[in-house]
């Protein structure tokens, strides 16, 4: 088989999105004739927003996992701001921000480019070069967030000559919350520099959504042709094969994942008063995940007759079974700017869970191309009570269906698949 090095600092048990697209690929390159060996940082060392001690079961035994050390300048950033919590989903975690973390801030914008977690960098170069040499290996992948993993990936093109593939799934000096780091003129042209050189250095770039394939084609000025493939995430198969008890004296809306003041809730929960009495006592709206009490208390005041089930952080496999127990999925894409190309990874294991999706975000953006490609549910733009009240009222009566056939393509399988013979592993 042909050995491919993959270099990625989120890893079980780290928890999170993040994780899931490599681990999930790793799975399935075997199948392709590709040989995946995994560089990440070492667990005990790490600086993980959020874990995920059951993610550790999905990792193969066969598969060759080497792990380094790391100097964490987020140890530095905790005992700053005197709290143990890292920030994480563009610091939703965070609420009233104090002094001390706005300080935080300024140093972690301004001296640790591009991000805290470049203090891994040093050694996993060393140990990759080690891998490469041993394993007589002539490809490498590096993924991120965090993007400091993508100037491995050029140090070891530049000193090695390696083919070098860069996993980008989110923006760099685009991302929503950039602005919140309070960085200088120096440190955002720094940073725009590191951007710039790794996305013209890598042989190949992939990326998770067209918007951000035009994003990333753009700042190299149009002239990619196809250097830039799009690889969206998804969902595995598997993670549904299982029997959830669906119970039917409730109507369950879900919604998983963080949210913050940046999600545009107020077409939702106009649309839901405005349910007659009767309907709104027959729903129970569960929030899985951290969400601030900010949002907890806007949604209880605005919405007293409805139960909330706040369920808070869980593990995958508890995630995906409430994703079972659902009537209807909400996702909710925040509104700011760029954000036509946002796709969230938890919108395919929506779609793998057969459960209609109820999505409020931006029109004419990829997520209502992908959509209306798998007849999975319907769009609104955050306004649109009147629509999303339809949807909740067509959901409620039983009368809203969905096709599951379509949603086939964006199995980790395929995905996979996709991946090897496109950019030819």
Request: with cysteine; proline share 4%; net charge neutral.
């Amino acid at each position: 088989m042909k050995k491919v090095l993959i270099i990625t600092y989120y890893w079980p048990p780290s928890g999170g999105a993040g994780v899931q697209r490599w681990l999930k690929f790793t799975k399935y390159l075997s199948s392709f004739g590709i040989q995946p060996i995994v560089l990440t940082v070492d667990p005990g060392r790490a600086s993980y927003a959020q874990r995920d001690e059951s993610l550790k079961d999905e990792v193969a035994d066969e598969l060759l996992v080497y792990t380094t050390k790391t100097v964490e300048l987020y140890d530095l950033y905790k005992k700053l701001i005197g709290k143990g919590e890292i920030p994480y989903g563009g610091f939703s975690n965070q609420q009233e921000e104090s002094v001390l973390q706005k300080v935080a801030k300024v140093v972690r914008g301004n001296f640790f480019i591009p991000d805290p977690r470049k203090g891994w960098n040093r050694f996993a170069y060393q140990k990759a070069v080690q891998l490469i040499r041993e394993h007589q290996i002539d490809t490498v992948i590096t993924t991120s967030p965090p993007h400091s993993t993508q100037m491995i990936g050029l140090k070891l093109k530049r000193q090695l000559g390696i083919r070098w593939i860069a996993d980008l799934r989110d923006p760099w000096t685009d991302i929503y919350y950039y602005g919140e780091l309070y960085r200088s003129s120096w440190a955002k042209r720094r940073d725009q520099v590191l951007e710039l050189k790794v996305l013209q250095a890598a042989d190949q770039i992939v990326t998770v959504s067209k918007a951000l394939k035009r994003l990333f084609d753009e700042k190299l000025g149009g002239t990619t042709g196809s250097k830039i493939l799009v690889v969206p995430n998804g969902y595995d198969e598997d993670d549904f094969d299982v029997k959830v008890p669906v119970s039917d004296d409730k109507f369950v809306i879900t919604y998983t994942g963080t949210i913050s003041t940046a999600y545009d809730m107020d077409g939702l929960l106009r649309a839901l008063r405005e349910l007659d009495e009767q309907q709104q006592k027959g729903i129970l709206f569960r929030l899985v995940g951290n969400i601030p009490p900010v949002i907890i208390d806007r949604i209880r005041h605005e919405l007293p007759l409805i139960e909330l089930d706040l369920v808070g952080y869980v593990d995958h496999a508890k995630s995906v079974s409430y994703l079972l127990k659902s009537s209807i999925q909400l996702l909710i894409i925040p509104k700011i700017e760029n954000n036509k190309g946002i796709v969230t990874g938890k919108f395919y294991e929506y779609l793998a869970s057969g459960k209609p999706v109820l999505a409020i975000g931006p029109m004419g953006g990829d997520l209502g191309e992908v959509i209306m490609e798998t007849a999975c549910g319907l769009l609104f733009d955050y306004s649109d009570s009147e629509g999303i009240k339809k949807m909740l009222t067509q959901n409620l009566q039983g009368s809203f269906e969905i096709n599951r056939d379509r949603a086939t393509k964006y199995s980790r399988r395929e995905l996979t698949q996709k991946l090897v013979q496109e950019i030819v592993l």
